[in-house]
């Protein structure tokens, strides 16, 4: 439905866009994810023709857009400020689209009905959007944006304000609507638990280049590289040499998946990998602990050297900060890293 090829922007000397390459099929949620300036927004905005690209192709089922003005694209935008028309009425503001297309009245009143049932707002339409609440606003703009029916919905940042437990449900309900209506989405975020939690793929930049894609899946089991580790929130990783079914590092010998290829390596210990045994290997001292809901986060310092590590446990088996402890790696929660 969507292909990008080489696509690239630059500013001045800087390389925003490096050659990107991205598929988007039908019906499919894409969620591309990435730390500050990475270039999430700037792709958004060449798919939809407010940034033209410098090089490469943007393409909707088949057809070349360069050149194509943003309203002839066939995409609905929404972006994190939702910028609601703050004189009309909710019924006016999803209307928006669908009146500027020449639909009528009558039709449109009915689309809107329909629209404000979808998202969970049924009856609001002659409410001010003033006195909506931010995730009633939020989804007043998703209406908006699903009016005209486009053929591609792009949202960018779209829970970014709203606090935490609205998010949650709210990316709940936007998964199963998408599924509801077989709606095509990219959505830009730099929540990855918002990200892993809508989408069908998750798309991972750095610096302007897709660092890794996949499914939520595939991603948390099997980060790529490190920076796409540390950027999951993974930090127990250090280099290594692969010899014989281990990997030599600082934190001593970590038992490597087999058929791990020997050589020079990242070692990522997930820490649900680090666990506290009496015969473990590493001697540790307990640095902090800190509640996490359904486990406890434990920091280690190894004794003999090297960086701290996160080992995660059981609520009630948490040891408190300044014990000492041994620990072993499991093979299971090892990742061997280029
Ligand atoms: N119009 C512009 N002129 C010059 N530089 C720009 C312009 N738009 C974006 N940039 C730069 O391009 C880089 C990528 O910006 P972009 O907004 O795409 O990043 P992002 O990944 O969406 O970041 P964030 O998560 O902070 O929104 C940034 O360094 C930004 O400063």
New binding site residues.
């Given amino acids: 439905m969507l292909r990008l090829r080489g696509v690239t922007v630059r ?2 000397d ?1 390389t ?1 866009l490096d050659a990107v390459d991205l598929d988007v099929a039908g019906h499919e949620t894409v969620c591309v994810l ?10 958004l ?1 060449v798919v939809a023709g407010l940034q033209p690209a410098d090089a490469g192709q943007v393409l909707l089922d088949g057809e070349d857009q360069r050149g194509v003005p943003v309203h002839r694209r066939g995409v609905g935008l929404m972006f994190q400020d939702h910028q609601l028309f703050p004189q009309r009425d909710v019924a006016g503001n999803v209307a928006f689209g669908l009146r500027a297309r020449g639909v009528g009245r009558a039709s449109a009143a009915r689309t809107v009905d329909e629209l404000l049932d979808l998202v969970g707002l049924p009856g609001a339409g002659r409410r001010a959007v003033a006195a909506l609440s931010g995730g009633e606003q939020q989804r007043v703009a998703l209406a908006r944006a699903l009016a005209p029916g486009p053929r591609l919905l792009m949202l960018d ?1 779209p829970l970014g304000q709203l606090d935490r437990s609205l998010r949650e449900r709210l990316v709940v309900e936007l998964r199963s609507l998408f599924g509801r209506l077989g709606t095509t989405v990219l959505a ?1 975020t ?1 929540d990855q638990g918002e990200a892993f939690a809508l989408a069908d793929r998750v798309v991972i ?1 750095r610096d ?1 280049r897709i660092a890794q894609t996949g499914t939520p899946l595939e991603v948390w089991r099997r980060p790529a590289s490190e920076f796409v580790a540390r950027f999951l929130g993974f930090e127990n990783v250090v280099r290594g040499t692969v010899g014989g079914g281990v990997a030599d590092t600082v934190w001593g010998k970590v038992p490597v998946p087999e058929g791990t290829a020997e050589g020079a390596c990242g070692v990522l210990v997930r820490p649900g990998g680090v666990r506290f045994a009496p015969d473990g290997a590493l001697a540790c001292e307990v640095v902090s602990r800190t509640f996490r809901g359904d486990h406890v986060a434990v920091r280690l310092l190894p004794v003999g050297g090297g960086p701290e590590l996160e080992a995660s446990c059981a609520l009630g088996d948490a040891p408190e900060a300044g014990v000492r402890v041994r620990v072993a790696f499991a093979a299971e929660d090892v990742v061997v890293l280029p």
């Fill in positions: 500013f001045g800087r925003v990435g730390p500050s300036g990475s270039g999430k927004s700037t792709l905005r940042e830009v730099h930049m302007g």
